[in-house]
């Protein structure tokens, strides 16, 4: 059997090494170069055009990747970072620096979670929370460096290699430690790539999945890998590939070819049933460190130290044009996503307001006041001016009485604001004076994540990091305590009548209280994957409710006069974690 493939475009892409190239979901391809520089590039009748360069890294760029949706691009960096990107305008969202300061060699998105992993020269694996921007787990068992990694397509499983020749298994959860399998010469002189098949299959008992991986000894190697009652790695078939080291390898999205490139400056395309070789590509002159598929399995790129970057066509007798075009519109969407998409309004940034010292943690509206909270420990109050239209910092701001982070804002009916913050406190300002009006302070200074008011503007209700949320009368003082969660309290929302209150918290569970006995009334675990980060009732409706967590999902709730909690719709479309919602003032 052989396999038709032709040369439909080239590119003198960089100046210095290609390092690795990744395609998104709609088409973009990304290139990363040891010029410090990251390229986008799209695919126009057969032929290769740039579409943006993106600059930040002080040293050579090792490895690029796309999100899941290819919304964002991961870059990772020998001067110790790993920037996110926004594919669309290009923007650095955020930076994030191997603890250690090494070389970062390799970083990879978890599917169906808000998790990104980073390895490199400190033999460390390093799994983020991207919407939190921090460090939730570090593998520490390899003890040589790490040149590649990945996880399983249903982003159960996590597998790393090292530079000693050893493949590990993990579960990709944040909170699992022990290592799940591994084989500790699955390649000599080191393991260089990892990549798991997109076919897989899921039991009751068992989990099974397929992995190539390719190493300096020159082999190609398929393995089984399972997980359930027993967790195994195991070695399925390996072929000798590539005169002195095969660098990449890559599944198409079908599962059923798996590219290879190597030392001996060519690409080999294999059949994954029995790695029997179908077509190798020549034209490289130098060794060929990356190759990737595009989604739709019919476009391979390729790159290599000789800075070239070639585009592969695996059937010259495919429309191409018309191949993308069925890739692109097979997302599956919703319909509820489709209206949105199709009644999106064109928006615009019209101010940037600027003071903060750090990340801005919380924002609310009242009467044309917008507040702020930050990880500067204050708040700011902006105000726009009726001639100008343009929001400037009103005299009294900023609001200095906090000591640490200050996590949520939120106003009151009558205007007043409550702020709460890592250092334990709430305060209820007057926006007007910029005086403190009252205080409450948790007895053991533990942190408050989130704050609401009640409608008639007379009790403050407030997520901890102690797991419970209080209930604290601004009438009385008297302050009462919901308890019930095992971990931090990030979601509350206060119905309607402002006789339900509904809690999430950063293990995955929902409550519901009744206000006036502080009775739990109905318990759902495992709502959001990794946490529920937000929740907020319809306005002037006490049975609707809706949720978001690291997970990327938005759910919408049904509550009846039982209150009891159906699902009624799930959202998607974010590539991270969703840290806020809320509503338009009539509810729509």
């Known amino acids: 059997m052989s396999l038709n493939v032709s040369k439909i475009g080239e590119s003198d892409a960089h100046t210095s090494d290609i390092t690795s190239c990744h395609f998104s979901k709609n088409g973009i391809l990304a290139t990363s170069s040891s010029d410090q520089t ?20 002080k040293y050579g760029v090792n490895f690029c990747c796309f999100s899941p949706q290819g919304t964002l691009l991961a870059s990772a960096s020998t001067d110790s970072t790993t920037i996110i990107w926004d594919v669309k305008t290009g923007d650095n969202l955020c930076c994030l620096v191997q603890p250690s300061g090494f070389a970062v060699r390799v970083c990879q998105f978890c599917p169906q979670s808000a998790f990104l992993a980073t390895a490199g020269d400190d033999d460390l694996v390093c799994i983020w929370n991207i919407g939190e921007k921090e460090l939730v787990r570090t593998i520490r068992d390899h003890e040589a460096t790490i040149f590649s990694l990945a996880f399983s397509p249903d982003g159960n499983i996590l597998l790393t290699s090292d530079t000693v020749g050893r493949c590990k298994v993990w579960a990709a959860q944040p ?150 075009d069925n890739v692109s519109s097979s997302r599956s969407e919703s319909y509820f996503q489709l209206k949105l998409v199709n009644k999106r309004q064109q928006n615009k940034v019209i101010q940037t307001l600027t003071g903060h010292s750090s990340d801005v943690n919380s924002c609310h509206f009242h009467a044309g006041i917008l507040a702020t909270g930050s990880a500067d420990a204050t708040v700011r109050l902006w105000k726009e001016d009726k001639t100008s239209k343009v929001f400037q910092e009103t005299a009294v701001s900023p609001l200095q009485g906090h000591s640490y982070s200050v996590y949520s804002v939120h106003f009151s009916s009558d205007g007043s604001l409550v702020s709460a913050s890592l250092d334990g406190s709430l305060i209820l300002w007057n926006v007007n004076t910029g005086e403190k009006i009252k205080t409450f302070q948790h007895p053991e200074n533990i942190g408050f994540r989130v704050v609401r008011v009640s409608r008639d503007g007379q009790m403050v209700i407030a997520g901890s990091d102690d797991n419970c949320c209080h209930l604290w009368s601004l009438k009385t003082g008297k302050v009462d305590v919901l308890a019930g969660h095992e971990n931090t309290v990030l979601a509350v929302a206060l119905a309607h009548s402002g006789e339900i209150v509904a809690t999430g918290c950063s293990g995955g569970t929902l409550r519901v209280w009744q206000v006036q006995t502080l009775r739990c009334l109905a318990v759902l675990d495992d709502v959001h994957d990794l946490g529920v980060t937000c929740c907020s009732f319809k306005p002037s409706d006490n049975t609707e409710l809706v949720t978001a967590g690291n997970d990327e999902q938005i759910k919408v709730w049904s509550l009846d006069e039982n209150q009891m909690i159906t699902l009624m719709i799930t959202l998607a479309g974010h590539s991270a974690s969703i840290m806020s919602i809320s509503f338009s003032i009539n509810g729509k």
């Open 38 to 57: 990251i390229k986008l590039w799209v695919l126009k009748n057969k032929e290769l055009h740039e579409i943006a360069t993106l600059k930040g890294h």
């Open 175 to 324: 909170n699992h430690s022990l290592m799940l399998a591994g084989v500790e010469e699955a390649h000599d002189l080191g393991v260089n790539c990892v990549c798991f098949s997109p076919l897989h299959s899921s039991g009751v008992l068992e989990n099974a999945y397929s992995a190539a991986t390719c190493g300096n000894d020159g082999f190609l190697a398929l393995w089984k890998l399972k997980t359930g009652a027993e967790n195994t790695i195991s070695l399925d078939r390996r072929v000798f590939a590539h005169d002195g080291s095969a660098m990449c390898v890559d599944f198409a999205a079908d599962g059923v070819l798996i590219a290879s490139s190597g030392g001996d400056k060519v690409v080999k395309i294999w059949a994954a049933e029995d790695l029997a070789c179908l077509s190798i590509l020549e034209g490289h002159e130098r060794y060929v460190t990356t190759c990737a598929f595009s989604m739709s399995g019919l476009v391979l790129a390729t790159g290599s130290s000789d800075r070239i970057l070639k585009v592969w066509i695996l059937d010259k007798n495919k429309n191409l044009s018309n191949h993308q």
